[in-house]
């Protein structure tokens, strides 16, 4: 089986108020199986086994404060019943709820929590509108929020995001976001 293969489900971006005891709660309750954990500076993920060649994830990421949990596997069937599953006990947040907070934001740490948290939220085919806002978000004035959209590009296929990063690589007034996007760019790049 190719990394293609590999059937990964929608990101359910966990309210604010979300704990890691709730998402260990919920594993251990439906009766998955302690996998794995890892731990960065920034970001905190555990694994459990669902069955076989099925997985639950949760990811929090300390350094843009959004958390989710997500299924993989090899069976389409299998992680989108299981998704499915976890989206009823988390509640998630919803991509036309978040678009329509990135809209509402008036305070820029408002608006950059909530671009991130859109952008984990979306799927591998997202609403134009979704689009055209973190692209709005890379052409900001403010630094904070184009660092922001570029912290999206850790969510979004390459694809998507690829023109907007590769500017931001060859014509931000930031050295930081400069270097910053050049990893993007040369890490997507390299995997090609």
Known sequence: MTEQDWVRGDRLVLPRTATAEEVITFAEAVGFKEGHEQRTSTVHERVWIISGPLYFHYVDNAETGVSY????????????????????????????????????????????????????ALASDPPPEAMRMLQEAFDSPDRYIRRAALLSALYLDWPLVAPFVRRMHEHDDEETLRQQAGYFVERNDDAS
């Open 69 to 120: 949990v997500q299924v993989t596997g090899e069976s389409a069937e299998a992680v989108e019943r299981f998704t499915g599953i976890a989206r009823k006990y988390f509640s998630p947040r919803a991509v036309p709820d978040l678009m329509a907070e990135v809209r509402a934001a008036k305070e820029r740490d408002d608006k950059v929590f909530t671009l991130v948290q859109l952008a984990t």
